[in-house]
């Protein structure tokens, strides 16, 4: 019993059509995406909920384009859609496109128009518009309506014959002026476009409209159930229309909430506007919801399933915070990334007693969470380079790093006890002095000396350059798309913050694109493309801990 009431509403309707022999008990549904631009996060719910439905219950997934817009689509996008389908961990079990039916949803459009139930219209899209009345008065159709069954014919292959110019005429369904639901009000169905279509070319220049394209295409695939988001509930009396009066395989749609994440927007047409007007480098920017951005940035498959896990299918819209999705990455990473040294904001720092040009290997845990993750070794000499705030000149009296006279541990080192530094002109600390103790080396420690901190640290000779990029959340307000003006004006201007020359510990490297590691006591980053033999990029994904949780406070 408790298992069944685990079952969210799209399970609970699968499990009752499979005890009732609908469709002999088959599960097929699809991932159908526009490709007129990357996908984000919330395709990667759908993704998961489409894939994963059909793999609990023995069933496939299409992948299916719906490529009915010439003008905004293009081949970039099928490819990057197809590779984080991929990336994500699921595999379609047939690829598939709108454009493939473009012959049998036009001889579908020639039956409505024999059945006197779609007429082409003349009339201009103000026309049209003020024909359909208004959701408190019924619509009075156009002039157009009463044409006959050869006119529409006639007039409708001349429009696929390419006669007649954009906007000129269009093909509407014959419907219900008087529905209380306006998408039933003889909608458009067909419209003229002369556009290059980037898989059919220039054989088409009358397009169907995507009510009229996606319901007969689920059920030219013989879709079990056809899984849609919550905007298009007043298109389900539509989409059971057209099958119905085609007499064609009885596909179903059923409605889930949209994922809404606080500190970003999900709609194609403002990523596309960051992208365009250069707010970010491009779709794959990591400051991105899409989940190339999300890939780049350092996030994993399998944190991004347990997220859409997490947030489960719901019914109603909510916003679910980002800082959820950034958990779901911290949890995973706490298990699986290595532990290295890099200084971020380095100042030096020379041992005075430890022997100029003596190098010493020191061993290090890689990952304290995983037994089986080893050690490796770190170059130690009397010249390193620390975090700049790791050094107080006069430190508060709970300060438990290094200052004059204070004593701190090297992790996987000796402990030290700062004793001067240097300034230059404009008063920062250049260089600090300190003394270690020989005996208090980690692992065989015998200076019987306990010390409250440890910090990290990188040897000055040993150590390899980076660039590091300290993305945060793109917005500064938890809703940008709701809020008053220009969404735009709303991106938090420290969104990205590049250290140019950070210093990291030598088997850095060797680091490959997309590797991801804790940068001990900083967050967790991950390799970027970006990288050359000289220079390593990383891309801070998350911090170690929630920094907004405490501004939230704060506020």
Known sequence: MSEERTLNFLEQIIEEDIAN?????????????????????????????????????NGKTNLRFDDTNPVTEDTEYVDSIKADIQWLGFQWAQELYASDYFEQIYNFAVKLINKGLAYVD????????????????PGKGTTYRNRSVEENLDLFARMRAGEFKDGEKVLRAKGDLASPNMHMRDPIIYRIKHAHHHRTGDSWCIYPMYDFAHGQSDSIETITHSICTLEFIPHRPLYNWFIEQLEIFPSRQYEFARLNLTYTVMSKRKLLQLVNEKH????????????????????????????????????????????????CIREELNKTANRVFAVLDPVKLVITNYPEGQVEEMTAENNPED????TRILPFSNTLYIEREDFMEEPPKKFFRLGPGLAVRLKNAYIIKGESFEKDAD???????????PESKSGGDTSGLTVKGTIHWVSAAHAATAEVRL???????EDPGNEEGDFKSYINPDSLQVISKAYVEPSLLNAKPGERFQFLRKGYFAADADSTPDNVVFNRTVTLKDAWAKEAKKG
């Not at 395709?43 to 994963?52: D, E, R, T, V, Y």
């Not at 003349?122 to 008065?137: F, L, V, W």
């Not at 037994?371 to 080893?374: H, V």
């Not at 008063?427 to 103790?437: F, V």
Request: a positive charge; proline letters at 7%.
């Open 21 to 57: 022999g609908v469709n002999d008990g088959r599960v097929l549904t699809r991932f159908p995406p526009e490709p007129n631009g990357y996908l984000h996060i919330g395709h990667a719910k759908s993704i998961c909920l489409n894939f994963g439905i059909a793999q609990k219950y």
């Open 122 to 137: 003349d009339s201009t899209a103000e026309e049209i518009a003020a024909s359909k009345g208004t959701p408190t008065e």
């Open 280 to 327: 970010v480098s491009g779709w794959d920017d990591p400051r991105m919801p899409t989940i190339s951005g999300l890939r780049r940035r350092g996030y994993t498959p399998a944190s991004i399933r347990a997220f859409c896990e997490r947030i489960g299918i719901q019914k109603r819209d909510n916003m679910i915070d980002v800082s959820l999705l950034e958990f």
């Open 371 to 374: 037994p089986n993750s080893g």
């Open 427 to 437: 008063g920062n600390i250049t260089t600090i002095y300190a003394t270690y103790l």
């Open 471 to 477: 993305y945060d959340r793109l917005f500064k307000v």
